[in-house]
């Protein structure tokens, strides 16, 4: 199974700025199958980025998606109130879509 | 409009069984893979099993592997997630998915408490 790392574990930042987040994978991800999602407490999870660099209908153009192999990349480009919420990547190209651990973007 | 309603969470004591279900609405259910996902308190996102279309596939965690059996009704719309022999540590919130480009749709979520 593919295990996914996130980092960093909390990201502090203020409104406007520029958020980074990565995703390891411990194997190549098949087909770039990597999914990035949103999630804010007592919400749904919402889907941000499939194949690891196409947004999802109704998405913002400032969430972007890079990276491919096992190196992965969530930017926002410039950070919105509604923004700072728990972010996670998934790989859904094996039988086992495991999430990686997280990352908290919190208002700094 | 795309609707995915999870039901049958509640408190259950160790050893015990619950039965999930997820109703879906606004799509050809048969024809997507759907999941089962869930959240425990402070925890991030887990998992939890997969069912193709058909039932031709199915895979679980291996936390909950020889537990919980995952199955869908086609005919109702229906997803369904039998949870035997519960421990403390699947107390969590459990969501279904729709399975495409990783899983595009989400239910609210039903909470399960796994206690004495």
């Known amino acids: 199974e593919i295990v996914l790392t996130q980092s960093p574990g909390t990201l502090s930042l203020s409104p406007g700025e520029r958020a980074t987040l990565s995703c390891r994978a411990s194997?190549?991800?098949?087909?770039?199958?990597l999914a990035w999602y949103q999630h804010k407490p007592g919400r749904a999870p919402r889907l941000l980025i499939f194949?690891?660099?196409t947004r999802a209908t109704g998405i913002p153009d400032r969430f972007s998606g890079s990276g491919s192999g096992t190196d992965f990349t969530l930017t926002i480009s410039r950070l919105e109130p509604e923004d700072f919420a728990v972010y996670y990547c998934?790989?859904?190209?094996?039988?086992?879509?495991?999430f990686g651990g997280g990352t908290k973007v919190e208002i700094k | 409009e795309v609707q995915l309603v999870e039901s049958g969470g509640g408190l259950v004591q160790p050893g015990g069984s619950l039965r999930l279900s997820c109703a879906a609405s606004?799509?050809?259910?048969?024809?997507?893979?759907m999941n089962w996902v869930r959240q425990a308190p402070g925890k991030g996102l887990e998992w939890v099993s997969s069912?193709?279309?058909?039932?031709?596939?199915?895979s679980y965690a291996d936390s909950v592997k020889g537990r919980f059996t995952i199955s869908r009704d086609d005919a109702k719309n229906s997803l369904f997630l039998q949870m035997n022999g519960l421990r403390g540590e699947d107390t969590a919130v459990y969501y279904c998915?729709?399975?495409?480009?990783?899983?595009?749709?989400w239910g609210q979520g039903t909470p399960v408490t796994v206690s004495s």
């Open positions: 194997q190549s991800v098949s087909s770039n199958f």
């Open positions: 069912i193709s279309s058909s039932s031709s596939y199915i």
């Open positions: 998915a729709r399975n495409w480009g990783g899983s595009d749709f």
């Open positions: 606004g799509f050809i259910f048969r024809s997507y893979s």
């Open positions: 998934q790989q859904y190209g094996d039988s086992f879509p495991l």
């Open positions: 194949g690891a660099s």
